[in-house]
């Protein structure tokens, strides 16, 4: 069965520090996606990220970077020196191949940045 | 830019009413969506649709319906709304292939029945 965990329900950490957001997932599929949305607080889901499962390189773009581990099932997201508009609720999800591009949901971490 | 758009960003509607979501996209995508969002739930599949006409159940399609009669619209309907319908509502599109593409997001509706 599809599933994908977020262990962490919220984190608050302070401006500049470094934080990560963990993501396990789980899947019997060898062909597979994975994503990384954000929902700031006006709420509307905003794409980050996608990578398929035969390609570990890990990602960086500007202070975000992601950790892509097949052999933990794992899709950490780290941001480099937080700001305050990092807040938001940070979403990973799963989608297998031939699904119809459906998403499954892990339930979301919530980052404060506090100034 | 990929733009979808939801018919209202607030709604209040009594038990028992008949509630109309409305969402559309203008990027020519084959597939759309319909998610609740509850707090700790994160998001739930309603309904999907990966061509005019067709639909697909999601993982709680139970109370919804969904309509879909042109590619660029795919509405959400409460047949008889009921307490715990109070959720947001949250609609997306994506290419459609057998490889699975970025969802593109609406604002999202927050439904109060009350």
């Known amino acids: 069965a599809q599933k994908v965990t977020q262990a962490q329900t919220e984190i608050s950490v302070v401006e500049k520090e470094d934080v990560t957001l963990d993501c396990v997932y789980e899947?019997?599929?060898?062909?597979?996606?994975l994503f990384w949305y954000k929902q700031p607080p006006s709420g509307e889901l905003v794409f980050l990220i996608r990578?398929?499962?035969?390609?570990?390189q890990n990602e960086i773009s500007g202070r975000y970077s992601w950790n892509f581990q097949k052999s933990t099932s794992s899709f950490n997201f780290t941001i480099t020196a937080s700001q305050v508009v990092d807040s938001a609720v940070y979403f990973c999800a799963l989608s297998e191949y031939n699904q119809g591009g459906k998403l499954i949901f892990g339930q979301g971490t919530e980052l404060s940045v506090k100034p | 830019d990929v733009k979808v758009t939801q018919s209202s960003r607030y709604l209040v509607k009594r038990t028992g009413e008949k509630v109309f979501l409305e969402c559309v996209q203008d990027?020519?995508?084959?597939?759309m969506f319909w998610y609740r969002q509850d707090p700790g739930l994160g998001l739930r599949l309603i309904y999907f649709s990966y061509d005019v006409k067709m639909k697909e159940k999601g993982d709680i399609p139970e109370g919804y319906s969904v309509s879909r009669e042109k590619k660029e619209r795919f509405s959400l309907i409460l047949e008889s709304a009921s307490t715990n319908q109070t959720s947001m509502y949250l609609c997306a599109s994506s290419r459609g292939t057998v490889s699975s593409y970025e969802q593109y997001f609406g604002p999202g509706t927050r439904l109060t029945v009350t």
């Open positions: 990027m020519d995508h084959e597939n």
């Open positions: 899947t019997r599929d060898t062909t597979y996606y």
């Open positions: 990578r398929n499962s035969f390609d570990e």
